[in-house]
């Protein structure tokens, strides 16, 4: 078999119908985000970033940096290991105790990202707890998907954010066998928020365990950044809460926080965390310095909610057409992968503005998206300028289907 052909020949579908996926080589400006230098082969020039999911600009707080980079002069590099041979530092330690305290939980644990801590956490706890089945959200992150897939333990998809048929699957099953419900607090794509109240409440009239997702809201919700569960007084109710230190803390990384003996159940048995190198130090020292900010700054938070409520507004102003729900992520739906890459593409060219497409399978198919996500630090000549932009080629791409 010519594999290379084979290759090419797959790829070529993806060229077909607009989602093969391309990287731009930019560079993030110190201290002037959201802008970045695009380098391109007809030379360099500035653009401003409209997709990243730094979503406070913690990757370029002066704290965040400083502790990074004393953290490179006494401890170098990598961690040298894994995190039972020779790869746990004194920064490890003392962020697993950060984030367990926020969280108001006992323990943390630390993976090498949130999709680790998804996947490793519940194929552990699937694979192990004898008969458990997981009740899985269906817009679940292919993580998790992942995890339950690599557990191999029953599972019901309960239909998304509907209590009904959460509770209809519930009392389906084995009143007798165990159960741990898995979802999310903010969902990604379309930026809604799971009744988590609710659930928590099914958990304990079905005796389930619960798992949350809080990887888009640690940091950006809750009055120290604990996430939604934190900003509506429910942490204790649930049993498990990951969550990342990629987004909003702005490093790298991935945890749960739990009960300490959960947590030590899934360091003794989870292969995804035994048998990895584990972060080096520097991002540990950094995701400190982020989450300590964030526990007792609110300014970020604050600054957030108002370019999101401003581009909203705009975006509302002029009829365009994006998804409304009650957090910072502003779905502007294209619902056709050609049509989002010609925007993306001429965004990118044309208005200096990088905000990447989202295509399928990471949402369904006629679906596609343009995912905006604000920071603080855009101006409001910088949303001016986006919402301008997205007129004119909006306006073209109506005129392209004959829409008036
Ligand atoms: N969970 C959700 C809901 C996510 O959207 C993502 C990544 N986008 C992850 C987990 C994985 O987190 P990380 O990027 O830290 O691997």
Known sequence: MDFDRFFQ??????????SYRVFADLERKQG??????RHAANGSNDVTVWCSNDYLGMGQHPKVLAAMKAAIECCGAGSGGTRNISGTSHYHVALERELAELHGKDSALLFTSGYVANWATLGTLGARIPGLIIFSDASNHASMIEGIRYAGCAKAIWRHNDLRDLEAK??????????????????????????????????DKYGAMTYLDEVHAVGVYGPRGGGIAEREG???????????????????????????????????FASGFIFT???????????????????????ERVRHQESVRRIRVQLNRYGLPHLENPSHIVPFIVGDAAKCKWISDILLEDFHVYLQ???????????????ITPNPTHSEADITHLVNALRSLWSNCALARGVA
């Open 277 to 299: 190198t584990s972060l080096p130090p520097s991002l540990a020292a950094g995701a400190i310095a982020s989450i300590q900010h964030l526990k007792t700054n609110s300014s």
């Open 357 to 371: 497409p989202i295509n399928y399978p990471t949402v369904p198919k006629g679906t596609e998206r343009l995912r």
């Open 234 to 268: 429910l942490m204790e109710r649930l049993t498990v809460i990951e969550g990342t230190l990629a987004k909003a803390f702005g490093v790298m990384g991935g945890y749960i926080a739990a009960s300490r003996q959960l947590c030590d159940f899934v360091r003794s």
């Open 170 to 203: 519930l009392a389906a099953a084995n009143p007798t066998s165990p159960k741990l419900i898995a979802f999310e607090s903010v969902y990604s794509m379309d930026g809604d928020i799971a009744p988590i109240k609710e659930i928590c409440d099914l958990a």
């Open 32 to 37: 002037l985000y959201p802008l970045a230098t």
């Open 9 to 18: 020949s797959q790829l070529q579908r993806l060229h077909d119908d607009g």
